[in-house]
């Protein structure tokens, strides 16, 4: 039995996104799992989904959003599971089976980024890992939060400086894990009459930032003179 855990806080997702993540995993991993969502709400959420309480996490008001709630999730102990645990962010779309992300060799990967490649940094949208090996990640960060803050300006940023330094960062291959926005939308201005490309070879196409996977649906994006064609590979997959 292995894990798969999200997490959704705040208004940003809602619990469709939850619910369409949870039936994509159903669809693409064989191996016997939980799934399970760690929430401050869960309003809406699918039965078929474990829900647990968010980790309590005293970070500073107003401070801006750069996801230091995930750091929860190297707890000492996380809820009642144990063992090989799969991280997916809720702005994912799974487009084939998901069984090797817990076959490959490692013990903790992660998507290495995909706009500074010469740097250690990863992108934590999609990252494995065993509850309770690296709880010095965790405290580490709560008793020097400002410290962290200063040096780093997201979560995972920090995340995989601590590993790296700890000697045990691994990345997932560079084709299993892609960017909708660096590897699939066409640059402008054919962005205005090619669809976005379907990426072949990858099996999670990560939708960080703008668009999301329902907007990239719909062809819309929020940020002023962007223009995206209707993604009819995108409502195919995530559901």
Excluded at 49 to 74: N, Q
Excluded at 141 to 170: A, M, T
Aim: net charge positive; with cysteine.
């Amino acid at each position: 039995m292995v894990n798969v855990i999200c997490m959704k806080w705040g208004k940003k997702y809602d619990a469709k996104f939850v619910n369409t993540l949870r039936s994509m995993v159903a669809r693409h991993l064989s191996i016997p799992h939980r799934f399970v969502c760690f929430t401050d709400d869960a309003q809406g959420i699918d039965e078929r989904v474990e829900v647990f309480p968010l980790p309590e996490m005293d970070l500073p008001e107003g401070i801006p959003e750069r996801c230091w709630r995930k750091l929860a999730t190297f707890a000492p102990t996380l809820g009642d599971l144990q063992g090989t645990t799969l991280f997916l962010d809720l702005d994912i779309v799974i487009l084939q089976s998901i069984d090797s992300l817990f076959e490959a060799p490692g013990e903790f990967l992660i998507i290495h980024d995909w706009k500074r490649p010469w740097r250690i940094e990863g992108n934590s949208s999609v990252y494995r890992f065993e509850i309770g090996r690296h709880p010095e990640v965790l405290d580490y960060f709560v008793n020097n939060l400002e410290l962290v803050r200063k040096n780093h300006r997201h979560e995972q940023s920090y995340l995989s400086k601590k590993l790296y330094d700890k000697g045990v960062l691994s990345y997932w291959p560079s084709e299993w894990c892609c960017s909708f926005k660096r590897r699939c939308l066409p640059k402008w201005p054919l962005s205005w009459v090619k669809q976005p490309y379907f990426p072949e070879e990858a099996k999670i196409v990560v939708f960080h930032g703008d668009p999301n996977p329902d907007t990239a649906i719909a062809g819309k994006r929020a940020k002023r003179f962007r223009y995206m064609q209707p993604t009819p590979w995108v409502a195919e997959h995530w559901r």
